[in-house]
């Protein structure tokens, strides 16, 4: 018996029992023991079975125009070029009156695979927005970490100081201040005024009865670097509200106030600002009214 399968479309092996591709017994092969190996004749099939099987076009097609509406028969070739019997049970075959009756074989190739549902666009949008945000929080941290990297460690790795260090080393410096004691021997006492003892006073020693126009003290060699405003502080002791004026470099005298700290022995001070010249200079202490304060010392500020 020679033919092909109906389930499948592989030729039949001779004497064999069932389709060596599927495994369909002989039974549902379609019979073709009278034709030649130069002319396949398919079995006989009715126009309503014809009409009812599906046309697809692959751009292949086997016709036969001589063939009628019952039998239908494939060209003539070779076995070495006879065309493949699709892998359905009929494949597809038109026919009509007056027309070419054909052949087109089904390709399974022509099923689109099967796919996963595609994504909704506003959730792909919304997994790109968490991408870029993701993306701008992780340049963000590799940025500051550069930055901090670099005012850090790139100057002490070119061994460059610092702009801290820079401005430490050009800082102002300490401002220098100089004392002069008021029972020093190089200062000069006019009148009335004299050395007394003192417990809480420099060096236990101050200066009184200054004032009633006739004792003076006079600081002698104040001596500074420049011209220019300096600071002056007077420490004094006085048991009550005083008065006294003070002369630069013989100039006219300036009032100052003496507040009292409370008895003679306990040190208080007042603060002022003169200008001195480069080298030495005087600072003389008077009253011509009435008492001075008793003098304990004076230091200049540059």
């Known amino acids: 018996m020679t033919g092909f399968c109906k389930n499948c479309g592989n030729p039949l092996i001779a004497n064999a029992n069932f389709c060596s591709k599927c495994g369909t017994s002989t039974s549902s092969f379609y019979s073709n ?15 309503r079975t014809l009409s009812q099987v599906p046309a697809v076009d692959d751009g292949l097609s086997y016709s036969n125009a001589d063939a009628s509406s019952t039998n239908l028969a494939l060209p003539t070739s070779s076995p070495k070029t006879s065309p493949q019997i699709p892998s359905t049970e009929y494949g597809s075959l038109t026919s009509g009156m007056g027309q070419q009756n054909s052949y087109e074989p089904f390709s399974p190739d022509l099923v689109p695979p099967s796919s996963l549902p595609p994504i909704p666009p506003r959730r792909r949008a919304s997994k790109h927005l968490k991408t870029l945000i993701v993306g701008a929080i992780l340049l963000l941290v590799l940025v500051s970490g550069f930055v901090y ?71 002698n060699n104040v001596n500074v670097g420049s011209t220019k405003m300096y600071i002056l502080t007077i420490y004094y002791c006085s048991g009550e509200n005083r008065n006294a004026f ?10 100052l106030v003496f507040s009292s700290t409370g008895d003679w022995i306990i040190v208080g001070h007042i603060t002022t600002s003169i200008k001195l010249n480069a080298g030495n200079n005087t600072i003389k202490f008077y009253n011509p009214t009435g008492w001075a304060p008793d003098f304990d010392k004076i230091t200049i500020t540059a």
Do not use: W
């Open 246 to 255: 003070m002369s630069v470099n013989n100039d006219a005298g300036v009032q």
């Open 33 to 47: 023991a009278g034709s030649s190996s130069d002319n396949l004749t398919l079995p006989m099939l009715s126009a």
């Open 149 to 219: 990297y670099a005012t850090a460690f790139l100057p002490n790795l070119f061994h460059g100081p610092s702009v801290a260090g820079v401005l430490t080393r050009v800082s102002t410096p300490a401002p220098i201040t100089y004392t002069y004691e008021a029972e020093s021997s190089t200062n000069t006492f006019t009148g009335s005024a004299t050395v007394k003892d003192c417990t809480n006073c420099s060096g236990h020693l101050k200066v009184g009865f200054v004032g009633d126009n006739n004792g003076t003290l006079q600081f």
